[in-house]
């Protein structure tokens, strides 16, 4: 039986005040490119889950990675779009599994998804949407939790990055 669910959320737009290609450089360094070789060799090897988290910790440094970069600009461009933008999918396969365990569509919502474009200052502007509310829409207080924590690990990334966004993702505790 097929089912319909409809929810709210909230999207984060963040202007930065950082040049653009400051702050994506900085956002990358901040939350690296995921390396699956490791875990790769730890499901190959029968290795456990401890020590993907070992991995996980090694590769997420203010536990976050990237597992894609979608670079928009130069398509964009073609259609004669100035504005500088790049997506991310951004997230951690360890904190996944924490929502993963209650209910698989989490998924829906990890990675979470992001977007920096350039203003008309050449300054970036950081948006997504909150993920308290993604992982909230779930109905499932441990999965809610997770969001909160979420909420609370993109504050501190965006820190690392030069960016105070406690006020933005201010009120996320349910």
């Known amino acids: 039986m097929t089912s319909q669910y409809s929810?709210?959320?909230?999207?984060?737009?963040?202007?930065?005040?950082?040049?653009?290609?400051?702050?994506?450089?900085?956002?990358?360094?901040?939350?690296?490119?995921?390396?699956?070789?490791?875990?790769?060799?730890?499901v190959e090897t029968g290795g456990s889950w401890d020590?993907?988290?070992?991995?996980?910790?090694?590769?997420?440094?203010?536990?976050?990675v990237r597992y894609a970069r979608i670079n928009t600009t130069p398509l964009f461009g073609t259609a004669g779009h100035t504005t500088r933008s790049v997506e991310y999918l951004t997230g951690n396969h360890v904190i996944a599994e924490r929502m993963f365990r209650h209910d698989p569509?989490?998924?829906?919502?990890?990675?979470?998804?992001?977007?920096?474009?350039?203003?008309?200052?050449?300054?970036?502007?950081?948006?997504?949407?909150?993920?308290?509310?993604?992982?909230g829409s779930l109905g499932i207080p441990e999965v809610t939790?997770?969001?909160e924590d979420l909420?609370?690990?993109?504050?501190?990334?965006?820190?690392v990055c030069g960016v105070d966004a406690s006020e933005a993702f201010a009120g996320t505790s349910r």
């Not at 984060?12 to 490791?38: C, L, R, S």
């Not at 020590?51 to 536990?63: E, F, G, I, L, T």
């Open 7 to 42: 929810h709210t959320v909230t999207r984060i737009d963040i202007p930065t005040g950082i040049a653009y290609d400051d702050f994506v450089a900085a956002f990358e360094k901040a939350a690296p490119a995921f390396d699956p070789g490791p875990v790769e060799r730890i």
């Open 51 to 64: 020590d993907v988290r070992a991995a996980v910790a090694a590769n997420a440094p203010h536990d976050m």
């Open 105 to 135: 569509r989490a998924l829906l919502y990890a990675p979470l998804r992001m977007l920096v474009f350039s203003d008309g200052d050449g300054n970036a502007v950081f948006t997504m949407h909150r993920p308290s509310d993604e992982f």
């Open 145 to 147: 939790t997770v969001g």
């Open 151 to 159: 909420d609370r690990i993109v504050v501190d990334l965006l820190r």
